[in-house]
């Protein structure tokens, strides 16, 4: 259901539950493409598909007969658009085709060879336990879909955030803003998100308990279906309903609920039929409780509404990107998943507004390889496969240059934080999931033990947003282009007797003139014919309908030499959902050493890591007080966050410490630190390699580390290797 | 009303109508002082008052005996207070302290010499005109109180949160929390918000127009003490009243609406009696309309739900601080003053966790010396006084060390960031204003064309918000501390008879279990004695009241060896509150180039300056391409944000441009670019002065510019002055 409704408002980073659907990726002999990579102009890319495994042919042979039964009906789907046939037949054939896939995709992943030894319990155990995040208000039991950050989740999310600024914001001249939260009601019943950002609910008759309709209705027929003396028929039966429940509107929920006679789960009572509950939160905003508002459910119409200010600070001027970095607030019916489905959360969103869809940067990133799902290979049964995008953008597999740009760099940006590239792909939107108005949209989905959770929309969302703004409020939010030569052209434009207009409609007269002015070409025809055959014209706007009559308006057409033209800018939309990126960064970096299960730890990229590095005093000795001391200070005039650990623990009890928060670098002061020249190990996380350097060198060291302006192999290179055991039993301690 | 009732939750740093209030400074011999300080240990702290203008003698006798005035009432005060006399003695004393005080210290203002020529309506255009912020939702009809940062204000807003991280959490290594917005409500029962955290409002009884009421009886009656047939009696009368207001209860407040025959000011209706609004917004929380939720009016709260599993990151040990940085939201009824009095606002709160008030680092800072306004001062009809921190404490005038550390960092952040220090000084809360369980309270306050603005509260809130918490949730929120020896304690417990509670009451079972376990020791003698002499006790919870008897509790004193102690640790919490302090940076930094009003500029520092740089090409000249491009490249590639500006507007006019959004930097690309060597100038804002550089140093140098790691100074040394003129004519263009 929410599927297609969130889709027509927003490209799906939050959309519906979370795929269970998990593909495993075939990699065929384009992979050997990648070595012979013809030079590149500026940017070396490297390839990080390089140790991918390749495809099993064992495995293709049992695949092959699935693929062929969703080439089949993909075609059929094909087929029956090109005929325009009935809309329920499409609809019907897609259901088929998208249990077809599902049946494929649960095969690839079984069938896939078990990469590790993922325990998502220990993870969340540690994640709880040095409170990278927990649940808000747990001493008042908590509630659900609330997450607070402690201080190394808060590091990690606002370090994913810094570097994000960095690509994105300055390395893209982008104008960044910061928009209100509480949004009053006119902005988004325009932007459609009142009347249709909805899930369907239903309601415990009784005690008022609710339940989202697609969560119980498939927690129900799963029950049935594990039942002993469920007939084998009805179980085939319930296994088809299951696929097809996504794409069911009210009335097929509704039948279901009859048909298998739904009762409240937790209390036996009769149930509500569905309500559709609007996801937004809503308040009023100032005292009169006349105003109401609702917290914004995305950030990007913040930017959408300020687009004529922005355009100006541009200098009128097109293309430009604004950004925005904030929380927004949707009023899940029944969160879960961890970080994955909450009530709040915080979003990094862009628009790019544009008149041509070529893009100057093309060309740096065009080589760079990624794992594309398109839709056409989702419909013939085929796997994602690995193409660079130039390749994808040459062959029309991605829309336009500015889509395939942004997917480059966001492509690179999730590998800056972490994200696996094994497991990352982008999977391109079906034509009956996207928008209508949307030429493309792809979305960056990263492989976690959820299966392929959304991460980044990346949307060509064209004008729409713009027109229903300017349709709402009469305002014109375009740009003027100046045209290579002056033309002549026939301007037709409204031409209101104001006079006239004041005395009738008295307070609305401003929005009447203003919606005149606003309208387009193909409206100012409508008026003329209705003015002139039936006497008078309905105007709707947002305060309702006015009846307009000759005497109140009428149509001119002029002959004018114009040096510009107005255009109402295209947008490129990637939203970036930080907190599921995040959670995905955790599963991707979460290790356990080798023979010992209890050391877990994550592996997270200097650049993001909450901190970068330990000072840990071998023992509570005295004397390396002030050493500590001191690198703690030249740390902080380096700007390197770090902690000191100087509690009891032996140092390998402390290096693990450090290593479960993910700090990928720990100095420890010992009793040759006091000699002089005065110097300290400095150990690697993940190798748990150890050099011996000077004291007066660590700060810059690690600062260039962390900064990944110099590698661990450099630092190696630099300084000679220290042999001693962790357990620190070789110090002399 | 305000005032009284927000202090007791938070301190101030958003209370109350902003003070008309601006003290002009006296600054005395003190000052001298300052040149001959003794040298410090380690950090060389500047004194920024060295230009601050002496006192005129002839206006200290004009204000003689204004001050006396103050005095005088300050004793009374004083001795009601000392012999404990009756509450409304002490009110009407109070209040009449407070008119005295305003007297003086308009009269002080009206004599202080005329700074600067600042021109309100002229900055809040440049502030409209380039973006920095401006009214949300603008083409809707916009919403009072609620703004939009653009580009600029959002890229300063920016930079000052990252500096106070690294001022605040890198540098005091506090540990950094990101807590949920949304509230449910029995959080804010237990801080005292939804009982107390109100104003005053009446409403239109037909309309339902809302007003503050302080508000609507200060327009009403200024109103009539403005016309012409008022008697001069009335009107001292009403100048007294509006001294008075700030003090009033509903009662007296209503009985003026009375007196005065107040009607609504829009339409001349009836007005309702005071109402008591509640300024959270409210919203449910999930989809039942059961969980009653508010969004949060501070960020304090969720530092304090969250300390147990703080305390436990930091290894059970105090002090320890937290640190937010957050939206919150208030309600207001009448917003005003631009970012002053908003709905949404970022705040960047700090909670010190301790148990003893010294601070290690404070010999570090405690010779800054600052403008300190003391309650004794305020009291005794005094003017503020330069202080060092070092000297408050020594004398008592700020509570403790930890406090007077804190203020003195704040301090510091403030003069990074832009404040003007003649322009910024502390105020003590005085006894009346203070919540009843701080110990201290000062106000960081900044000079602006409102007058003296709260900017950031720094209170000694001693262990009240934990202990809230502990009664309200039965989980005790406290740390044990390791005692230098082990001592025998006689242990009271409360002895719960499980299994007999479990039957009683069921599912309150747990919380009654909780709220024993919580009891502190009055709490135990207390249940002991009314179990013994009544043969119940009745047990108050968030749940309600539960009457328990014997066979249900006992009380057990038994003696025990202890090693350590459990406290409650004492809140130092100083609290920002950024838009405010955003706006006096704007204020104090606003100016206009000598002898050309038009050509105003924000003269921000460096580091928090929106842009570090604008690369100007002297004209559309297709040579100087290839160089602006690279170096845009250069300096993203040193993280250096800056703005290409190759519009065709002359040199001078783009530096002005560029001088409006703050840029200190500006490199401009000529002819003598093309030539080798590669050479630009570098120009300065605020000295419009000139230097000729290599084109690949310019990255470098800017960066360190930027960072304040060099002075401009440093670079006029090493680089030749050039002298063109702005005009650009005398380039060979």
């Known amino acids: 259901m929410r599927n297609i409704l969130t889709l027509v408002y927003k490209c799906s980073v939050f959309s519906k539950s979370l795929p269970a659907v998990t593909t495993q990726y075939r990699f065929n002999h384009q992979l050997q493409q990648w070595g012979s990579n013809k030079s590149h102009r500026k940017i070396k890319i490297s390839n990080p598909f390089r140790d991918i495994i390749m495809a099993d042919p064992k495995i293709e042979e049992i695949l092959a007969p699935l693929r062929a039964s969703v080439k089949e009906q993909g075609d059929l789907v094909r087929k029956l658009k ?10 019907k054939a897609v259901a088929e085709l998208k249990t077809r896939k599902k049946v494929l995709e649960d095969k690839e992943l079984s069938l896939a060879p078990v990469e590790e030894n993922f325990d998502r319990a220990k993870m969340e155990d540690l994640i709880k336990r040095r409170f990278f995040y927990d649940q808000s208000f747990a001493i008042y039991g908590g509630i659900t879909g609330q997450f607070d950050f402690g201080p190394m989740g808060c590091a990690l999310k ?8 960095k690509y994105f914001i300055l390395q893209e001249q982008m104008l960044e803003v910061d928009c209100s939260i509480l949004t009053p009601e006119p902005v988004l019943k325009a932007s459609g998100h009142v009347e249709r950002f909805a899930d369907l609910m239903t309601k415990d008759v009784k005690s008022g308990e609710c339940f989202r309709l697609d969560h119980l209705i498939k927690a129900h027929l799963e029950k049935i279906k594990s039942e002993k003396n469920t007939k084998a028929e009805l179980k085939a039966e319930i296994e088809d309903i299951l696929v097809k429940l996504d794409g069911m509107n009210a009335d097929e929920m509704s039948a279901l609920m009859k048909r298998f ?8 009572n009769e149930l509500t039929p569905p309500i559709e509950f609007n996801l937004m939160f809503n308040t009023q905003i100032g005292p009169s409780g006349l105003v109401k508002g609702f917290l914004r459910p995305e950030t990007a119409q913040g930017i959408f509404v300020n687009f004529k200010r922005l355009l100006e600070f541009n200098q009128g001027r097109l293309p430009f990107a604004a950004a925005q970095i904030g929380n927004s607030f949707r009023n899940e019916i029944s969160p879960r998943s961890g970080l994955l489905r909450v009530r709040e959360f915080t979003m990094c969103e862009i628009e790019h507004f544009c008149d041509s869809k070529d893009h100057p940067k093309f060309e740096s990133i065009k080589d760079t390889p990624m794992l594309l799902y398109s839709a056409d290979n989702q419909e013939q049964g085929k796997p994602a496969e690995i193409l660079t995008i130039g390749e994808a953008v040459a062959k029309g597999i991605v829309n336009n240059e500015t889509l395939g740009y942004f997917m480059a760099r966001i492509h690179l940006y999730m590998l800056a934080v972490g994200i696996d590239p094994k497991k990352l792909r982008f999977r391109q939107h079906m034509g009956n999931e996207m928008a209508h108005y949307a030429c493309d949209c792809w979305d960056a989905e990263c492989l976690s033990s959820y299966g392929w959770v959304e991460c980044v929309g990346c949307a060509d969302r064209s004008a729409y947003d713009l027109t229903q703004h300017t349709k709402a409020t009469g305002i014109r939010l375009a740009a003027e282009k100046k045209l290579p030569a002056p033309k002549q052209v026939e301007i037709v434009e409204a031409v209101p007797n104001k006079a006239a207009i004041g005395k009738e409609f008295k307070k609305d007269a401003k929005l009447i003139n203003d919606s005149l002015a606003a309208m387009d070409s193909a409206a100012l025809e409508d008026l003329q014919q209705k003015l002139e055959n039936d006497g008078s014209y309905t105007l709707s706007t947002q305060n309702g309908e006015f009846k307009l009559t000759p ?12 040096h510009v033209e107005e255009i109402i800018p295209s947008v490129i939309e990637p939203s970036f959902g930080i907190g599921r990126i995040l959670y995905c960064i955790l599963e991707h970096n979460f290790k356990m050493r080798d023979g010992d299960e209890q050391r877990t730890y994550f592996s997270l990229p200097p650049t993001v890591a909450p901190m970068k590095c330990a000072v840990l005093p071998l023992s509570g000795n005295a004397e390396f007080q002030p050493f500590v001391r001191e690198l703690s200070q030249e740390l902080i005039s380096a700007d390197v966050s770090h902690k000191v650990d100087d509690s009891s623990g032996s140092i390998g009890r402390r290096y693990a410490r450090t290593d479960e928060i993910g700090v990928p670098y720990a100095v420890t002061v010992d009793f040759d630190t006091i000699k002089e020249p005065h110097t300290v190990t400095l150990r690697e996380r993940d190798s748990m390699g150890q050099i011996r350097m000077p004291l007066t060198d660590v700060p810059v060291v690690v600062r260039d580390l962390a900064n990944s302006k110099i590698s661990w192999a450099h630092v190696e290179e630099k300084y000679p290797k220290f042999e001693q055991q962790e357990s620190g039993k070789g110090a002399a301690a």
Chains 1, 2 share one sequence.
């Open 82 to 91: 090109e005929e325009k046939a009935p809309e329920i037949d499409i609809k």
């Open 158 to 165: 606002s370090n994913m955030i810094q570097l994000w600024r």
């Open 261 to 268: 006679d739904m009762k409240s789960p937790i209390s036996g």
């Open 551 to 562: 005497n109140i308006v009428s149509v001119k057409k002029t002959q004018k030499t114009v």
